[in-house]
């Protein structure tokens, strides 16, 4: 069976037969995103003083080995972030190559999805090849620049998509719940309950920003952005209920504003979190620092817990939203196709609903270990060339966070979540680029009447 998987076209499966039912296109997604963690990780070791450290003073004969495979003294070309960057640049291309390999494809039976969905190991063969070739790369100065300017695209290119579908989601939601009021009235009690308290965090979180993030000798650009990003929350909430945005989108309430508002109040809390600190005078002539809890500044000297947390909910979330991003119906949301009013059905759990109606055959080879649903024959169950696309773009955001963004000079694992600039604007502008999308969607129908919009 491991022979199958790694080998030849057989789906990849856990040995433990009392494992439950697994579907061929959950496993290989799975292995992708396996693949992805593992160049993560490396990328993240690579970024560690530390670990470069103890393998200087643990490894026999090191930098006899670093020399004779012409890394630098003490391997140096191996680590920092010229070689994450090369890393990543691998790791690109290997989805990069798997978007025009899939293209295409409509069930699991051609030959390339085959190679899509087997031969793991000649995969990993081609992936870290694809790797450590990039450390053979000439010219290294205009490579690094050139890929830099390619990553900070790509990497913001990864967000804006992140911010379409969460857009998407909350209008997903209040489209699903609405559905089930013509049936049962207590889905109208359970918007109302939810947009109350989505409302709830908002503000809440919006006094506590003002609270622990501003002091009144200082901290005038905190104070600015507060204000502005509670005023756009509030602005986007009228618009929602406006009756010309009503008579255009009857659907369009304050559970959509509500969602929007809390992830804003989110992205404002982490961005503020990332800004510099700031330091006055207090009444007896001493330096203090200000702008940020006094709770957390002992907190933060503790780096290695830190980094440890943050890297971890970092990583989790990029894949979380490799994985999420890449369903049929998230594919079908950024071009706007939405389903139908009519065809809803009022879920709690509406995010969890399947892929789609494809028919699923548990006939296969038998064999120990897992069982495996081939649920692909007679159509992919999610598309392809977009799954490989946003792993690429993950790839370059991944290697834009590690290093920093534009900091990449003084970038360190241990210091990922140190304050500085290039994430605080990052982080902004993601707050503004949210509202204005989710903005668009509301008056959109009011610009161009003569189109029809479906969400």
Known sequence: AILACCCGIAACSLCCSCCPKIKQSTSTRFMYALYFILVTILCCIMMSPTVAEKMNENIPF?????????????????????????VCFGMACFFFIFIFLTLGINNSKSCRAYIHNGFWLF?????VAL?????????????????????????????????????????????????????NRLWNAALAF??????????????????????????????????????????????????????????????????????????????LASKPRETTLDAAGKNITICIPSFSQGFTEDTTLVTALGTVILFGCVLYSCLTSTTRASSEALRGNLPLLETEVARCCFCCTPDGDVEADESG???????????????????????HFVFFLGSLYVMMTVTSWFHF??????????????????????????????LWTLVAPLCCPNRQFIA
């Open 62 to 86: 090191y930098s006899q080995i670093c020399n004779q495979i012409q890394a630098g003294e003490k391997c140096s070309k191996l680590a920092g972030y010229s070689a994450v960057y090369r």
């Open 123 to 127: 995969k990993f063969v081609f992936l």
């Open 131 to 183: 790797c450590s070739g990039a450390f053979f790369i000439p010219d290294q100065d205009t490579f690094l620049e050139v890929w830099r300017y390619v990553g900070t695209a790509g990497g913001a290119l990864f967000l804006f998509i992140q911010l379409i579908l969460l857009v998407e989601f909350a209008h997903k939601w209040n489209k699903n719940w609405t559905s089930g009021i013509r049936h």
């Open 194 to 271: 939810v947009t109350l308290i989505t409302y709830t965090v908002a503000v809440v979180a919006l006094g506590l920003l003002a609270f622990f993030y501003t002091h009144p000798d200082g901290c005038l650009l905190n104070k600015i952005f507060l204000g502005v990003n509670g005023g756009l929350c509030f602005l986007v909430s009228m618009v929602a209920i406006s009756p010309c945005v009503q008579k255009r989108k009857p659907h369009s309430g304050l559970l959509q504003s509500g969602v929007i508002s809390c992830y804003v109040m989110y992205l404002t809390f982490s961005s």
């Open 365 to 387: 080879p038998v064999r120990g270990g897992q069982q495996v649903i081939y649920d692909e024959k007679r159509s992919t169950v999610y598309s392809y060339p977009y799954f």
């Open 409 to 438: 000079d003084e970038a360190d694992i241990e210091n990922l979540f140190r304050s500085n600039w290039s994430t605080f604007w990052i982080k902004m502008v993601s707050c503004w680029v949210c509202i204005l999308l989710y």
